[in-house]
């Protein structure tokens, strides 16, 4: 079951994507400086149901989450199975991240570091990616990104490439500056995790996708995040670190 649990965290953990990225053409003027919008920016705390289904290992799993965030850098969670059963907990900051694994009695904590959750899940990402990402926004200012390529669907390709560890690839639908697609690739241009943004829902001014799809080629594995329900902003309540058992097994990913 932890096994598992971690796989599902870490395919939460990823909002990243790729699809066909043919039948390009020259980016124009235009299009470079709309492209370079910020995306949500109204968009700074949210709490949402999902409903979330996987396939590892050819099993299925299905699974329920409330995922609370504030920001880019708060956020808790809990995983639901059946009849409502807590399956696990998650809390991270900009100073912890804590994920306890209720069924095995075992709490992973560490800095939320990228290699920390690397430990954890085995996927290169940070809980700051993760949440901007779920909302919709890339992972870094935009203004790092590179317009490179227009699609013939009315999208636009930017880029992104890190200094020494990875290179970003984004597609956002020029008609409305919303995000639907994401690529991570690492330096030797492995394919890290895969995710499509489908269809999104508006509160207020801000957007939050309603189906995300990610395929994880790294550890094999699939997932459909579905959002059920949302809230946004002052109608979001702030993310809250929860009570951990003290008979707990303690794994500190900072060792």
Known sequence: MIKVLLNIISMLLAILIITSCSSVKK??????QKSLVKLNPDLYRLEADCAINSTMNNQSY?????????GTDTVSMTLYGPFGITLGRLY???NKFIFLNV????????SPTQEN???ATNLSISI????SLFQGKTPFDIDEYTPIADKND?????????????????????????????QRKDKGDLLILNSAYDKYQSSGTSSLPAKINFSMPTVGGSLIIEVEDFKTNMDAPVPIPFNIPSSVKVIDLNN
């Open 128 to 131: 700051k990616d993760f949440l």
């Open 103 to 110: 069924m095995e009695n075992t709490l992973y904590r560490g």
């Open 92 to 94: 991270s900051d900009m």
């Open 154 to 182: 009315g999208s636009i390709v930017l880029k992104r490439i890190d200094k020494s560890d990875f290179g970003d690839f984004a597609v956002i639908n020029k008609s409305d500056m919303k995000l639907i697609q994401y």
């Open 27 to 32: 980016i124009d003027e235009d299009t470079t």
């Open 62 to 70: 299905s699974f329920k989450a409330k995922i609370n965030i504030a």
């Open 117 to 119: 959750i690397k430990k």
